[in-house]
């Protein structure tokens, strides 16, 4: 009997060990982290190195390409989004819903797709990353401060080789393989040649990177998160749901109502070395978000690196500075080597938890 009432202690136990690993925190936003008052400079790649992923470079010439693009479950599988080096994914209206986006910045496959349309929530992270911007068409609001139109004249994008309207431009195709509207391909690859051969000089504003693995924070093998509804702050959006799951070999794997974030080129997930909470306060109007003081000042970023977690920052004093991350310290993070995925807003819900036991 006294045997039998210890094998079942050892099982309670053992069971309150599991439920304990898998307990799932809520991350508060509340910004802890000290943000020092610099003036980012620019800053090239290292030596032989990707500026966004920190591996060996291709050696191709340093042209920065951001892309929007689909993130409903009918456009899914996107395609060549395993050239990129960092996702985005960005807030698109009241509702919850959201888009993705691609940085290009060392590799450039033949397409990409599908291309959507430009918005607000863009705008500012192109800049900050002093990128060429190719996008689908944008919505027909010619003032006030969502309009595209309005702020492209304003930050300078209407210069030659600073934005690419795919509906008008060269460098586009609509493909078979999936329905309209999710069908725009942008031929990232001739729009790279393009820009080599009109040798233009591009400022870098490459990531800082380390060889020493995260040790400290807490453990986060499965991260969630999802988007509030804004006009139904007690709702979420399902298609902007995602969840990131650490894998020790491989990195970070999400996972979405579309599935694992795969490239349809060549099926296999896309894994993540760094995935990044970036709060933005936004504003609205029309139903449209965009960002609070168009992205400048700093805010929180919850870092998630090698299974653990630590709260960072973010930092862009002026609209044309390079975007910095901090760690929990307020220094410089330094990013793990390989892709990154940078989740953008303020009415997002992120937890984690460690149920690798």
């Not at 620019?42 to 500026?51: I, Q």
């Not at 450039?108 to 430009?118: I, L, N, T």
């Amino acid at each position: 009997m006294r045997k039998l009432i210890c094998v079942c202690l050892a099982v309670m136990l053992l069971a309150g060990v599991c439920i304990a690993c898998a307990e799932e925190k809520i991350i508060e936003v509340e910004n802890k982290v000290p943000i020092p008052k610099l003036a980012p400079k620019d800053r090239a790649a290292a030596a032989g190195e990707s500026p966004f992923t920190g591996l060996p470079a291709s050696g191709e010439a340093y042209t920065p390409i951001m892309v929007p693009l689909d993130n409903s479950p009918e456009g899914h599988p996107l395609w060549g989004i395993g050239d990129a080096s960092v996702l985005f994914q960005i807030p698109l209206s009241d509702n919850g819903s959201t888009r993705l986006m691609a940085l290009f910045g060392d590799t450039y496959p033949e397409q990409v797709g599908g291309v959507r349309s430009a918005r607000m929530t863009m705008l500012p992270l192109v800049r900050a990353f002093n990128a060429v911007f190719a996008y689908a068409g944008m919505p027909p609001i010619k003032t006030g401060p969502v309009s595209v139109d309005t702020w492209m004249t304003e930050w300078g994008f209407r210069k030659p080789t600073r934005h690419y309207n795919l509906l008008g431009d060269e460098y586009r195709e609509r493909v078979s393989f999936v329905a309209d509207p999710h069908n725009l391909s942008a031929h990232v690859k001739d729009l790279h040649i393009h820009l080599t051969q009109r040798q233009m000089d591009y400022e870098g504003r490459a990531f800082l990177f380390t060889d020493e693995p995260l040790d400290r924070g807490e453990k986060a093998a499965v991260i969630s998160v999802q988007y509030r509804n804004h006009k139904s702050p007690s709702k979420t959006s399902p298609n902007s749901a995602s969840t990131f799951t650490w894998n020790p070999e491989k990195g970070y794997i999400r996972t979405s109502a579309a599935g694992e974030t795969t490239d349809r080129n060549g099926g296999e997930a896309i894994p993540f070395a760094n995935v990044i909470i970036m709060r933005v306060p936004l504003q609205w109007e029309k139903s449209y978000p965009y960002y609070a003081a168009q992205m400048q000042g700093s805010g929180q970023a919850d870092i998630f690196q090698n299974g653990r977690y630590i709260q960072g920052a973010w930092t862009h004093p002026n609209d044309t500075d390079r975007l910095v991350f901090l760690d929990e310290t307020g220094k410089e993070l330094a990013f793990q080597r390989g892709k990154t995925f940078i989740v953008v807003g303020d009415e997002i819900i992120v937890s984690y938890s460690d149920d690798s036991q």
